[in-house]
Protein backbone atom coordinates (compact mmCIF):
# COMPACT_ATOMS: atom_id res chain seq x y z
CA UNK A 1 0.00 0.00 0.00
CA UNK A 2 1.89 3.44 -1.17
CA UNK A 3 0.79 6.65 1.16
CA UNK A 4 0.12 10.03 -1.23
CA UNK A 5 0.13 13.21 0.73
CA UNK A 6 -3.66 13.74 -0.19
CA UNK A 7 -4.17 10.64 2.29
CA UNK A 8 -3.01 12.66 5.51
CA UNK A 9 -6.79 13.93 5.08
CA UNK A 10 -8.67 10.96 5.54
CA UNK A 11 -8.76 8.46 8.26
CA UNK A 12 -10.36 7.70 11.69
CA UNK A 13 -8.32 9.86 13.62
CA UNK A 14 -8.14 12.85 11.18
CA UNK A 15 -8.19 16.18 13.86
CA UNK A 16 -10.39 18.54 12.66
CA UNK A 17 -10.57 21.81 14.93
CA UNK A 18 -10.71 25.61 13.67
CA UNK A 19 -7.38 25.56 13.05
CA UNK A 20 -7.55 22.00 10.90
CA UNK A 21 -10.41 22.50 8.59
CA UNK A 22 -11.96 19.46 6.67
CA UNK A 23 -10.56 18.58 3.71
CA UNK A 24 -11.57 15.26 2.36
CA UNK A 25 -15.09 15.39 -0.41
CA UNK A 26 -17.99 14.45 1.23
CA UNK A 27 -18.45 12.15 -1.77
CA UNK A 28 -15.54 9.90 -0.70
CA UNK A 29 -17.28 8.87 3.15
CA UNK A 30 -19.83 5.78 3.00
CA UNK A 31 -22.78 7.06 4.86
CA UNK A 32 -25.64 4.94 6.75
CA UNK A 33 -28.49 5.94 8.88
CA UNK A 34 -28.03 5.39 12.28
CA UNK A 35 -31.48 4.57 12.89
CA UNK A 36 -34.48 3.34 10.58
CA UNK A 37 -36.51 6.06 12.29
CA UNK A 38 -34.39 8.87 11.69
CA UNK A 39 -32.88 8.45 7.91
CA UNK A 40 -31.73 12.17 8.11
CA UNK A 41 -29.05 11.23 10.43
CA UNK A 42 -26.81 9.77 8.94
CA UNK A 43 -22.62 7.97 10.24
CA UNK A 44 -19.92 6.75 8.57
CA UNK A 45 -20.12 2.82 8.29
CA UNK A 46 -17.30 1.57 10.25
CA UNK A 47 -18.27 3.79 12.96
CA UNK A 48 -21.91 3.23 12.78
CA UNK A 49 -21.12 -0.58 13.23
CA UNK A 50 -19.52 0.29 16.45
CA UNK A 51 -22.22 2.52 17.83
CA UNK A 52 -24.30 -0.63 16.85
CA UNK A 53 -22.63 -3.04 19.15
CA UNK A 54 -22.07 -0.65 21.63
CA UNK A 55 -25.94 0.50 21.98
CA UNK A 56 -26.95 -3.82 21.89
CA UNK A 57 -24.75 -4.21 24.77
CA UNK A 58 -26.33 -1.82 27.02
CA UNK A 59 -29.89 -1.50 25.49
CA UNK A 60 -29.06 2.02 24.11
CA UNK A 61 -31.69 2.56 22.17
CA UNK A 62 -34.17 2.37 24.79
CA UNK A 63 -33.25 5.62 26.51
CA UNK A 64 -30.90 7.23 23.77
CA UNK A 65 -32.01 9.09 20.70
CA UNK A 66 -29.57 10.23 17.68
CA UNK A 67 -29.34 14.09 17.37
CA UNK A 68 -26.99 15.04 14.59
CA UNK A 69 -24.44 13.05 12.58
CA UNK A 70 -23.07 13.83 9.37
CA UNK A 71 -23.24 17.25 8.33
CA UNK A 72 -22.04 18.71 5.00
CA UNK A 73 -20.73 22.40 4.94
CA UNK A 74 -23.57 23.86 3.96
CA UNK A 75 -25.62 22.30 6.74
CA UNK A 76 -22.91 23.36 9.10
CA UNK A 77 -22.81 26.90 7.94
CA UNK A 78 -26.76 27.11 7.99
CA UNK A 79 -26.53 25.81 11.51
CA UNK A 80 -24.04 28.58 12.42
CA UNK A 81 -25.47 31.36 10.93
CA UNK A 82 -28.95 30.54 12.75
CA UNK A 83 -27.47 29.81 16.07
CA UNK A 84 -25.77 33.24 15.21
CA UNK A 85 -29.08 34.96 15.02
CA UNK A 86 -31.00 33.30 17.43
CA UNK A 87 -28.44 32.88 20.11
CA UNK A 88 -25.73 35.39 19.88
CA UNK A 89 -22.34 35.18 19.22
CA UNK A 90 -20.93 34.43 22.64
CA UNK A 91 -23.03 30.99 22.31
CA UNK A 92 -22.24 30.14 18.67
CA UNK A 93 -18.27 30.70 19.18
CA UNK A 94 -18.50 28.23 22.07
CA UNK A 95 -20.96 25.60 20.97
CA UNK A 96 -20.49 25.52 17.56
CA UNK A 97 -17.59 24.74 15.02
CA UNK A 98 -17.13 27.17 12.21
CA UNK A 99 -18.41 26.45 8.85
CA UNK A 100 -15.51 23.71 7.52
CA UNK A 101 -14.33 22.81 10.59
CA UNK A 102 -16.96 20.49 12.41
CA UNK A 103 -15.85 17.29 13.23
CA UNK A 104 -19.67 16.19 11.88
CA UNK A 105 -18.51 17.17 8.19
CA UNK A 106 -15.99 13.79 8.77
CA UNK A 107 -19.33 11.67 9.58
CA UNK A 108 -17.24 10.42 12.19
CA UNK A 109 -19.19 12.44 15.13
CA UNK A 110 -22.29 12.18 16.75
CA UNK A 111 -24.57 14.07 18.78
CA UNK A 112 -26.48 11.91 21.16
CA UNK A 113 -29.70 12.71 23.50
CA UNK A 114 -31.69 11.43 26.62
CA UNK A 115 -34.78 10.37 24.71
CA UNK A 116 -37.68 13.08 25.71
CA UNK A 117 -40.01 14.94 24.62
CA UNK A 118 -38.05 17.79 23.76
CA UNK A 119 -34.81 17.60 22.96
CA UNK A 120 -32.46 20.55 22.43
CA UNK A 121 -30.84 21.19 18.50
CA UNK A 122 -27.56 22.18 19.89
CA UNK A 123 -27.22 21.22 23.82
CA UNK A 124 -28.67 18.33 23.56
CA UNK A 125 -29.24 17.16 27.50
CA UNK A 126 -26.95 13.77 28.03
CA UNK A 127 -26.55 13.27 31.56
CA UNK A 128 -23.81 11.69 33.80
CA UNK A 129 -26.14 8.90 35.22
CA UNK A 130 -28.51 6.01 33.71
CA UNK A 131 -28.38 5.33 30.38
CA UNK A 132 -26.28 8.00 28.85
CA UNK A 133 -23.73 7.83 31.63
CA UNK A 134 -23.69 3.43 30.72
CA UNK A 135 -23.12 4.87 27.12
CA UNK A 136 -20.02 6.86 28.45
CA UNK A 137 -18.58 4.23 30.01
CA UNK A 138 -18.40 1.95 27.25
CA UNK A 139 -17.93 3.86 24.24
CA UNK A 140 -14.02 3.70 24.70
CA UNK A 141 -14.60 0.10 24.05
CA UNK A 142 -16.02 0.30 20.97
CA UNK A 143 -13.46 3.10 19.85
CA UNK A 144 -15.59 6.55 20.46
CA UNK A 145 -14.20 9.29 22.82
CA UNK A 146 -16.30 11.82 24.60
CA UNK A 147 -14.58 14.74 22.47
CA UNK A 148 -15.01 17.66 24.24
CA UNK A 149 -14.18 18.35 27.61
CA UNK A 150 -13.59 21.17 29.88
CA UNK A 151 -10.48 20.81 31.09
CA UNK A 152 -9.46 20.54 27.28
CA UNK A 153 -11.17 23.81 25.95
CA UNK A 154 -8.06 25.36 25.20
CA UNK A 155 -7.17 22.63 22.91
CA UNK A 156 -10.07 22.17 21.17
CA UNK A 157 -11.67 25.48 21.19
CA UNK A 158 -14.99 23.88 21.58
CA UNK A 159 -17.35 24.13 25.15
CA UNK A 160 -17.83 20.94 27.13
CA UNK A 161 -20.47 19.00 24.86
CA UNK A 162 -21.19 16.04 27.23
CA UNK A 163 -23.64 14.95 24.12
CA UNK A 164 -20.91 14.73 21.13
CA UNK A 165 -19.41 11.66 20.33
CA UNK A 166 -16.23 11.22 17.84
CA UNK A 167 -15.33 7.86 16.66
CA UNK A 168 -11.52 7.16 16.22
CA UNK A 169 -11.37 4.17 16.69
CA UNK A 170 -9.71 0.73 18.78
CA UNK A 171 -7.44 0.83 20.61
CA UNK A 172 -6.81 4.73 19.73
CA UNK A 173 -9.97 5.66 22.17
CA UNK A 174 -8.78 3.61 25.05
CA UNK A 175 -5.62 4.86 25.11
CA UNK A 176 -6.72 8.22 25.44
CA UNK A 177 -9.06 8.01 27.67
CA UNK A 178 -6.36 5.79 29.84
CA UNK A 179 -3.97 8.65 29.57
CA UNK A 180 -6.72 11.69 29.71
CA UNK A 181 -5.56 12.95 26.06
CA UNK A 182 -8.04 14.64 24.18
CA UNK A 183 -7.45 13.84 20.19
CA UNK A 184 -4.90 16.85 19.84
CA UNK A 185 -2.67 15.60 22.82
CA UNK A 186 -2.94 12.54 21.31
CA UNK A 187 -1.71 13.56 18.02
CA UNK A 188 1.21 14.98 19.11
CA UNK A 189 1.93 12.38 21.64
CA UNK A 190 2.39 9.83 18.72
CA UNK A 191 4.95 12.36 16.89
CA UNK A 192 7.32 10.69 19.58
CA UNK A 193 7.34 8.00 17.92
CA UNK A 194 8.76 8.00 14.20
CA UNK A 195 7.94 4.83 12.11
CA UNK A 196 10.58 2.21 11.94
CA UNK A 197 12.32 3.51 14.96
CA UNK A 198 10.05 3.62 18.01
CA UNK A 199 6.60 2.80 18.52
CA UNK A 200 3.78 2.81 21.41
CA UNK A 201 3.36 -0.02 22.71
CA UNK A 202 -0.72 -1.15 23.94
CA UNK A 203 -1.46 -4.59 24.79
CA UNK A 204 -5.28 -5.14 25.60
CA UNK A 205 -6.52 -5.68 29.32
CA UNK A 206 -7.69 -9.88 28.58
CA UNK A 207 -3.47 -9.85 28.21
CA UNK A 208 -2.56 -7.96 31.54
CA UNK A 209 -4.85 -10.66 33.20
CA UNK A 210 -3.63 -13.84 31.70
CA UNK A 211 0.18 -12.36 33.10
CA UNK A 212 -0.89 -11.78 36.25
CA UNK A 213 -2.33 -15.66 36.48
CA UNK A 214 0.99 -16.94 35.58
CA UNK A 215 2.81 -14.82 38.04
CA UNK A 216 0.50 -15.65 41.18
CA UNK A 217 0.68 -19.48 39.62
CA UNK A 218 4.35 -19.53 40.19
CA UNK A 219 3.96 -21.70 37.12
CA UNK A 220 3.32 -21.05 33.73
CA UNK A 221 -0.09 -22.31 33.05
CA UNK A 222 -1.89 -23.01 29.84
CA UNK A 223 -2.68 -19.92 29.04
CA UNK A 224 -6.93 -19.10 28.57
CA UNK A 225 -6.52 -17.22 25.15
CA UNK A 226 -3.17 -19.00 22.59
CA UNK A 227 -2.66 -15.91 20.59
CA UNK A 228 -2.49 -12.17 22.04
CA UNK A 229 -2.02 -9.41 20.33
CA UNK A 230 -0.13 -6.11 20.81
CA UNK A 231 -0.73 -3.25 19.35
CA UNK A 232 2.39 -0.55 17.72
CA UNK A 233 1.14 2.78 17.18
CA UNK A 234 3.87 4.84 15.37
CA UNK A 235 3.69 8.37 13.51
CA UNK A 236 4.92 8.80 9.94
CA UNK A 237 5.87 12.18 8.48
CA UNK A 238 3.83 12.58 4.98
CA UNK A 239 7.11 13.76 3.10
CA UNK A 240 8.58 10.14 3.54
CA UNK A 241 7.14 7.37 0.92
CA UNK A 242 5.35 4.73 2.76
CA UNK A 243 4.53 1.14 1.68
CA UNK A 244 2.86 -1.08 4.19
CA UNK A 245 4.38 -4.48 4.20
CA UNK A 246 7.90 -4.23 3.44
CA UNK A 247 9.63 -4.60 6.41
CA UNK A 248 7.30 -6.05 9.20
CA UNK A 249 5.22 -8.76 10.01
CA UNK A 250 1.83 -8.16 11.06
CA UNK A 251 -1.76 -9.51 10.97
CA UNK A 252 -3.93 -6.12 10.68
CA UNK A 253 -2.45 -2.54 9.60
CA UNK A 254 -4.52 0.55 9.65
CA UNK A 255 -3.20 3.72 8.43
CA UNK A 256 -5.07 6.73 9.05
CA UNK A 257 -4.10 11.13 8.48
CA UNK A 258 -4.02 13.22 11.29
CA UNK A 259 -5.16 15.98 8.75
CA UNK A 260 -2.23 18.16 9.61
CA UNK A 261 1.23 16.75 8.76
CA UNK A 262 0.94 12.84 8.71
CA UNK A 263 -0.09 9.44 9.68
CA UNK A 264 -0.69 7.45 12.28
CA UNK A 265 0.34 3.99 11.64
CA UNK A 266 -1.56 0.87 13.56
CA UNK A 267 0.48 -2.41 13.35
CA UNK A 268 -1.64 -5.55 15.17
CA UNK A 269 0.42 -8.33 16.13
CA UNK A 270 -0.30 -11.56 17.17
CA UNK A 271 1.85 -12.83 19.82
CA UNK A 272 2.94 -15.95 21.94
ZN1 LIG B 1 -21.64 17.56 17.91
Redesign the pocket.
Known amino acids: MFLTAKEVYSGNLIIVNAAHPYHEEASKIRLRPVRREAPDILLEEHALLQLSGLMAEINGWEGIVPV?GWRSFEEQQNIFETSLQEDGEEFTRKFVALPGCS??QTGL?I?LALKKEKVDFICPDFPYEGVCQRFRERAAAYGFIERYQEEKKRLTGIAK?P??FRYVGRPHAQIMKEQGMCLEEYGAFLKQFPYGKRYYCWRDERMGEAQREEVQGGEQKGTRSKTRKEVRISYLAAEEDFCAGETEDYEQCEISGDNQSGFIITIIKNIK
Do not use: P, Q, T
Open positions: SEHADEWH
